[in-house]
């Protein structure tokens, strides 16, 4: 009796050990005929059901071919407690790393996307599902930018196009969390239209500056809405000039340069007014300063640094005079030297 419950034991331990998948190897996926046909990795899996378990030890690469004219959106469905590596790579030769139940979609464009998955001896599951999507018949805007003057924008319905006397630079900022992985359903187009290279997504732009080689760069962001209620506009005062800027209720300005932005007493009109003023994200632990009307004579001067700062104004306005320069060299002002000479007698 005790050989045959060893034996029992035995299949029952190569049964449950071999019930996860294999996908060793590449494989190349071309979208179907139907377009509302998804493709769903494995394909006897979908959504309403829990990601499929692997088996261990193996590397597996998908090649997702995306047509000209079409996008693809990838839905990743990770349960592997942090263990083995999952990547999601744009055909721009960047990639990024899948997580555990981030569902929020990726969007690759023309002409491919590829997904590298390794693991080694952790058990975990692993499941996607990919559709194809041709772009919509939508708005266009053109916004035309000059050498100096920073524009910003936020996502919207239509294609954007952007045209600059040389180049093209989107910087990125967050107004809200450090990561807001919403802002990778976007892409970024080298030229005028999606038929321009692929130079990488919004998200991209937390950190890195995305420039184009041309003229013209295109943003589209695939019905993406983003913000907090607040309108952000920009300004930039030229080198040597000064500039006010006017921050109210529902309003946020955006300052972008290399410089600090050195600022002047305000002209304050709200009895109950509150500025605050970032540097770098909109976010409480970039906040620099809070003013307020009985404390903003003795909070100015003041100088804001980083590349990027914002204003917020709550319950009326205020207006700010603005230099690029320390005040003592704009209003030439002289600096004394006292020379003291002690004598001993």
């Not at 975990?124 to 524009?151: E, H, M």
Request: aromatic share 14%.
């Amino acid at each position: 009796m005790l050989p045959q419950l060893l034996i029992s034991s035995c299949l029952l331990f190569l049964s449950v050990a071999s019930q996860g998948y294999n996908c060793s190897g590449k494989t190349v996926v071309n979208p179907p005929k139907d377009l509302s046909e998804p493709y769903y990795f494995p394909n006897d899996w979908n959504e309403s059901m829990p990601p499929a378990k692997y088996n261990q030890s193996q590397k597996c690469k998908w090649h997702i071919i995306v047509p000209n004219g079409m996008y693809a959106t990838a839905i990743f469905y990770l349960d592997a407690n942090g263990t083995g590596g999952f990547m999601f790579a744009y055909s721009n030769e960047r990639g990024t790393w899948i997580y555990d139940d981030d569902f929020i979609p990726y969007i690759s464009t023309f002409p491919y996307f590829e997904l590298l998955m390794s693991v080694d001896n952790d058990p975990g599951a692993f499941s996607f599902k990919v559709t194809w999507s041709k772009y919509p018949n939508t708005c266009q805007r053109n916004i035309t930018l000059d050498a100096s003057t920073p524009v910003p924008s936020i996502p919207d319905t239509c294609f954007t196009t952007y045209t600059a006397p040389n180049s093209v630079a989107l910087i990125g900022f967050s107004t809200k969390e450090d990561s807001d992985n919403r802002l990778r359903q976007s892409a970024v187009f080298e030229g005028d239209s999606y038929n321009g290279s692929y130079l990488g997504n919004l998200l991209d732009m937390q950190s890195r500056q995305i420039v184009s080689s041309s003229t013209l760069l295109t943003v589209y962001t695939f019905g993406l809405t983003v913000g907090d209620g607040q309108t952000i506009t920009g300004t930039r005062c030229r080198p040597g000039d000064g500039c006010e800027i006017s921050v109210r209720t529902g309003y946020t300005v955006a300052t972008v340069s290399e410089d600090a932005d050195y600022l002047l007493i305000p002209r304050w009109y709200s009895d109950n007014g509150i500025l605050r003023i970032y540097e770098e994200k909109l976010s409480e632990d970039n906040l620099l300063t809070t003013v307020n009307k009985s404390d903003y004579n003795y909070k100015f001067p003041m100088a804001v640094k980083n590349n990027v700062k914002f204003y917020t104004f709550q319950n009326g306005s205020v207006y700010i005079t603005l230099i690029n320069e320390p005040p003592c060299k704009i209003f030439n002002i002289p600096i004394v030297k006292l020379t003291l000479n002690f004598f001993s007698e």
